[in-house]
């Protein structure tokens, strides 16, 4: 069985991990696929380009079997509905886990085409800001204050390694303004 698990990831930090790796620790699958989008279509802004948050997400789960990066959405060049992600790697009539943060279930309703996303997925969804999870989604228990809302309004840490996490930060550093 396969669990995808999409997103900005921008930037990706110690959070986005700890997700991925209780994940692995709690669903019975054979492969862990991490999608970053081209551009989230609840968001106004992307600060990092598609390609540069593969790369990082690729040096950052190196070295584990079970996960994949995906380049699906990003080569898309335009925000892609969840439902289209799952259609593309899901096999005949397969069920899929869609991980997601707990952030996205007020709006989880309002995806593209969420009746029958909701049929062809297993929700699971990671702990955040103590928000309640509906009985029949999988929870994933992470705590973790790593956000990339964060980092990107005042670089603050994104617990990576030092040498990946420095690389991050100068390119936001070169690319971008930090807001108030």
Known sequence: MLALYGGSFDPPH??????????????????????????????????????????????????????????????????????????????????????????????????HNYEQLAQKVIFVVATRDNIAIPSGMITLEVHEESRSTYFRDRYSPLGLEETLENDIITYYKEHNEPKN
């Open 14 to 111: 110690a959070g986005h991990v700890r997700v991925a790796l209780k994940a692995l620790e709690i669903l019975d699958i054979d492969k862990l696929i991490i999608v970053p989008n081209f551009r989230n279509p609840f968001k106004s802004l992307q600060c990092a380009d598609g390609t540069q948050r593969i790369k990082w997400l690729q040096q950052i789960f190196k070295s584990y079997e079970k996960i994949e990066i995906s380049d699906f959405e990003v080569n898309m060049h335009r925000s892609v509905p969840t439902i289209e992600t799952v259609e593309h790697y899901a096999s005949k009539n397969e069920k899929l886990y869609v991980i997601i943060g707990a952030d996205n279930l007020p709006s989880l309703e309002q995806w």
